[in-house]
């Protein structure tokens, strides 16, 4: 069952000389329940691309569609909505609020909107994140692998379609970014989250159902691993 869609998707900065293609006309389908993996070289595009999929950027052209919705034919306190609902963001660096512990940085998302808190599913996430007793932690009293568990509790509290992971594992050890990955696995096969992850690392790209390869702004590859 097709979950996103998108079409001639492209994203321009600049104008004449200093014009940049950071995406050039870009199309392809997920599967509700897909891994996807987005490979790359640096400056290819990916960050870009998955940023216009998580409406956190807008692309210059071409179109988005989650579960047959047009993301961009919302207006912008709609698009807001869909952020929080529909799409749970990881980043490398975590982007975690400092004066909120653990379990008030997880509940963020519900809690901007204005929805009271699944005490059930909160509990859990922090089981199967591993953070139990840690729930009143800062993230300055985490490790880096624990504060990327609770970047994850937070992008799935809300039950998004999809999950969208920058380079999640880019700033961890060897060690740290295993677990993190099976963490992201288990959530693709426990909840059934559709789970696109942009990486550099190949070991871990070679775990996915597909991977999407980029170069340029194009899609120059399109493998389904499994």
Do not use: W
Not at 3 to 28: P, T
Not at 180 to 196: A, D, F, M, P, V
């Amino acid at each position: 069952m097709e979950l996103l869609r998108i079409e001639n998707l492209s994203k321009i900065y600049g104008k004449g000389d200093n014009e940049v293609r950071a995406l050039d006309n870009v199309s392809f389908c997920v599967e509700k329940g897909q891994f996807l993996a987005i490979v790359g070289p640096s400056g290819s595009g990916k960050s870009t691309l998955l940023h216009i999929l998580g409406a956190v950027d807008r692309p210059t052209s071409g179109k988005v569609y989650l579960q047959g919705q047009d993301v961009f034919a919302q207006k912008e306190d709609r698009l807001a909505i869909f952020r929080r609902r529909q799409v749970g963001l990881i980043y490398q660096f975590y982007n975690l609020i400092p004066v909120l512990n653990v379990r008030e940085n997880i509940c963020l998302p519900v809690l901007m909107d204005g929805r009271k808190v699944n005490e059930q599913r909160l509990e859990e996430l922090i089981r199967t994140l591993g953070l139990e007793g840690r729930e009143g932690h800062l993230p300055n009293q985490l490790s880096g692998g624990q504060q990327q568990r609770v970047s994850i509790g937070r992008a799935l509290m809300n039950s998004p379609s999809v999950v969208l992971a920058d380079e999640p594992t880019g700033n961890l050890d060897s060690r740290s970014s295993q677990e993190i990955l099976e963490l992201l696995k288990l959530s693709n096969r426990q909840y059934g989250q559709t789970l696109i992850v942009i990486t550099h690392d190949e070991s871990i790209a070679l775990q996915a159902d597909r991977i999407l390869t980029i170069e340029d702004g194009r899609i120059t590859g399109d493998e389904v691993i499994r």
